[in-house]
């Protein structure tokens, strides 16, 4: 008779996520506090906010501390991000059929409808989706339905809509009022898609642009930074 055996397992650990406030965002974000604030309003009022500039500027950065001062946590279970690429398109992002191990295809519910559930399951917190380089991808083709229901005051169920890809006894889509949509916009590939008026007017807009912290803005740094500087090129071949 086999002995019996003895499984031991970790305790489980409550995950508790690091307080965020405003004065450690201020500390570490390259944005005054007017700028801030203007963002934050900016999401408060529209639900949906585009960050926009060039690359570098620390737009996916600031994004997820947006987040997280509405959060008043370091809370990534209520965050989610995707990123947008030519080949990215409506059936990853809402709904479509995917191949499952069997070879056989099923219906698969998207990023979107996943958040959108667990959002309306908890209505008194607020979740968050982080979409960067919105403009990578085909933005009218992606977001579909959810062009409609972005708008602030088309949340909830009674402005809820059939997917064209869900069986009849699905229950309707509605994205609900506790979800921020906050993304990145990419200025300065000219390869890029332009985004529509339908799709621009349901978002508020911030330009970010390029500048240096406190530390770098002091000018008892500024011979520390020349020693850095790359000496001229024919320094360099003389070398």
């Keep these: ?7 031991v397992a ?7 996520p690091a307080p965020y406030a405003r004065a450690e965002a201020l500390a570490e974000l390259f944005i005054t506090e007017n700028e801030l604030d203007a963002a934050l309003a900016g999401l408060h009022r529209r639900r949906n906010l585009l960050l ?14 947006l987040a997280w001062l509405l959060l008043g946590a370091r809370d990534e279970r209520r965050i989610e991000l995707v990123q947008f690429h030519p080949s990215y398109g409506y059936e990853d992002f809402i709904m479509g059929f995917r ?18 559930q667990r959002a309306a399951a908890d209505p008194e917190r607020p979740y968050f989706l982080l979409i960067d380089e919105v403009n990578r991808g085909n933005v009218p083709r992606i977001f579909g339905e959810l062009l409609l229901l972005l708008e602030a005051d088309k949340r909830g169920p009674a402005h809820a809509l059939r997917l064209p890809y869900a069986p009849p006894e699905a229950p309707r889509f509605f994205v609900p009022d506790n979800l921020y949509v906050i993304g990145t916009l990419n200025l300065a590939d000219r390869s890029l898609t332009a985004l529509d008026y339908a799709l621009r007017r ?38």
């Design 52 to 65: 926009q500039g060039p690359p570098g500027t620390g737009k996916t950065f600031l994004a997820r501390r």
């Design 202 to 239: 349901r978002f508020a807009f911030v330009e970010l642009h390029p500048q240096f912290g406190a530390a770098l803005r002091d000018s008892s740094h500024v011979p520390r930074l020349a020693m850095l500087a790359v000496p001229p090129i024919g320094e360099v071949h003389a070398a």
């Design 99 to 116: 191949p499952n191990a069997d070879g056989q295809f099923r219906l698969v519910p998207g990023i979107l409808p996943l958040l959108c």
């Design 1 to 7: 008779m086999p002995k019996p055996v003895t499984v």
């Design 10 to 16: 970790e305790p489980a650990v409550a995950y508790a």
